[in-house]
């Protein structure tokens, strides 16, 4: 059995880690963490978590400080806004407890310059950065058994890179022109409500935003560098769907040669085989937010245009499991030697 500590509680991704977290079998205890709400409970913010009759001894009933739940912990999940993980991160190191960031501070391995460009905060601990892990479990699944530190990548970045590294890695794919048309909930944009997230705007609307300058542009094009060893030129825009979560990625790959379908699939399932949360669909079926909905699955369907000269490849998952909260807990099952799957296995629901 293991402990675990959240801090920064209350925003989306750390309410669906402890919903997650709850769930799992090898959960010993929990402690909730929040600076701005210390000494509420937690079901007082998010009432899905209200305990049945019988109480829910798992989960802590009031909110402590960050500094205190570090006390015992096996895992330290840390969902606060960028530019702030790091002094947490040593705490937890000095402390030898594992550390699991969803921000996107521990992302850019110990590239600072690439991470002040994006977010515009210059590092205070280098060398924590440079012992960091990124944590894509189907990209960096030994360096993650051995990690201390691990960066949980971003929700866009995981739907991008998942559907495009068998184009790269078996050569099918060209590495300049790739086009990534994305569309994501509105979970993504987080809790703190603003004028492009309100109702009236986002409701019966597809926005374009960012466009050209998205702060996980840069990091798409790191992850995909690695998986191909090399440069790749990728387009990127994001667009905020009228749904509460999931990202579908429509990517856009020129091919190296004129291929069919049925290679496609074969290839992309040949890559995947042994990923427990990568489904390549069968012919026929198209990737969709509704069919991986509350799970930490990744779907992907292929798909050809322009006489079989371009893959067009369509990614899939819930923003807030495979895209947050779910991916965190893959890899610390990984670090802490559980089960992968653990506490993971749910479906998506039919509706």
């Given at each position: 059995m293991f402990k675990?500590?959240?801090?920064?509680?209350?925003?989306?991704?750390?309410?669906?880690?402890?919903?997650?977290?709850?769930?799992?079998?090898?959960?010993?205890?929990?402690?909730?963490?929040?600076?701005?709400?210390e000494g509420e409970a937690m079901a007082s913010v998010y009432p899905n978590l209200l305990a049945g009759g019988g109480g829910n001894k798992l989960l802590g009933s009031r909110?402590?400080?960050?500094?205190?739940?570090?006390?015992g912990a096996d895992v330290v999940f840390s969902s606060l806004p960028h530019g702030i993980a790091e002094e947490h991160a040593a705490k937890a190191g000095e402390r030898g407890?594992?550390?699991?960031?969803?921000?996107?501070?521990?992302?850019?391995?110990?590239?600072?310059?690439?991470?002040?460009?994006?977010?515009?905060?210059?590092?205070?601990?280098?060398?924590?950065?440079?012992?960091?892990?990124y944590g894509l479990p189907e990209l960096n699944r030994a360096a993650i058994a051995k990690a201390?530190?691990?960066?949980?990548?971003?929700?866009?970045?995981?739907?991008?890179?998942?559907?495009?590294?068998?184009?790269?890695?078996?050569?099918?794919?060209?590495?300049?022109g790739l086009v990534i048309d994305a569309k994501s909930g509105l979970t993504g944009a987080g809790k703190e409500p603003t004028k492009s997230t309100h109702y009236s705007e986002a409701a019966d609307s597809l926005t374009p935003y960012k466009i050209g300058e998205h702060r996980h542009?840069?990091?798409?094009?790191?992850?995909?560098?690695?998986?191909?060893?090399?440069?790749?030129?990728?387009?990127?825009?994001?667009h905020l769907a009228p749904m509460g979560r999931g990202i579908v990625s429509t990517i856009y790959i020129p091919?190296?040669?004129?291929?069919?379908?049925?290679?496609?699939?074969?290839?992309?399932a040949a890559f995947y085989s042994a990923e427990p949360f990568v489904r390549v669909l069968p012919p026929g079926m198209v990737a969709t937010n509704r069919n991986v909905r509350l799970s930490n699955y990744c779907d992907?369907?292929?798909?050809?245009?322009?006489?079989?000269?371009?893959?067009?490849?369509?990614?899939a998952i819930d923003n807030m499991v495979k895209g947050a909260a779910g991916?965190?807990?893959?890899?610390?099952?990984?670090?802490?030697?559980?089960?992968?799957?653990?506490?993971l296995a749910m479906l998506p629901p039919a509706f």
């Open positions: 675990a500590a959240i801090i920064g509680a209350t925003g989306y991704a750390g309410a669906e880690l402890t919903r997650l977290l709850l769930g799992h079998p090898e959960l010993g205890e929990l402690v909730l963490a929040s600076s701005s709400q909110f402590v400080d960050p500094t205190s739940a570090l006390a407890i594992l550390f699991i960031d969803l921000s996107a501070d521990f992302r850019f391995g110990d590239d600072e310059a690439a991470f002040v460009a994006a977010y515009g905060k210059p590092w205070k601990h280098p060398e924590l950065h440079a012992a960091s892990v201390r530190i691990i960066g949980n990548p971003g929700c866009y970045p995981t739907s991008a890179a998942l559907g495009i590294w068998p184009a790269l890695a078996s050569g099918l794919g060209k590495r300049e542009a840069p990091e798409i094009e790191r992850t995909l560098r690695l998986m191909a060893g090399a440069p790749v030129g990728a387009i990127f825009t994001p091919l190296a040669k004129e291929t069919s379908v049925e290679a496609l699939r074969e290839t992309w992907i369907s292929l798909h050809l245009a322009r006489g079989g000269k371009t893959a067009i490849v369509v990614s991916q965190a807990i893959q890899n610390m099952n990984i670090a802490l030697g559980l089960g992968e799957s653990s506490g």
